[in-house]
């Protein structure tokens, strides 16, 4: 089910969120979507995005010293 930012905020109140099908504005920041996972440890969240079929992120190339990542 669709959740605005706001409503995610208000009912998930000091837990990590993974959201899916996400939904931008204009400028790209994200302003909706749908709670796939949810929980006080943000390992177990962690742990359960890795376990999902479908999810791939990866940087193409060798990560400039300059630069922290951070997922």
Known sequence: MYKTIEQVHEEYDGQWVYL?????NELGTVIGGEVSVHNESRDKVLRSMNSRDGI???????????????L
Do not use: H
């Open 56 to 70: 791939y992120v990866f940087y193409a190339g060798e990560i400039p010293a300059e630069v922290s990542i951070v």
């Open 20 to 24: 899916i099908n996400l939904k931008k």
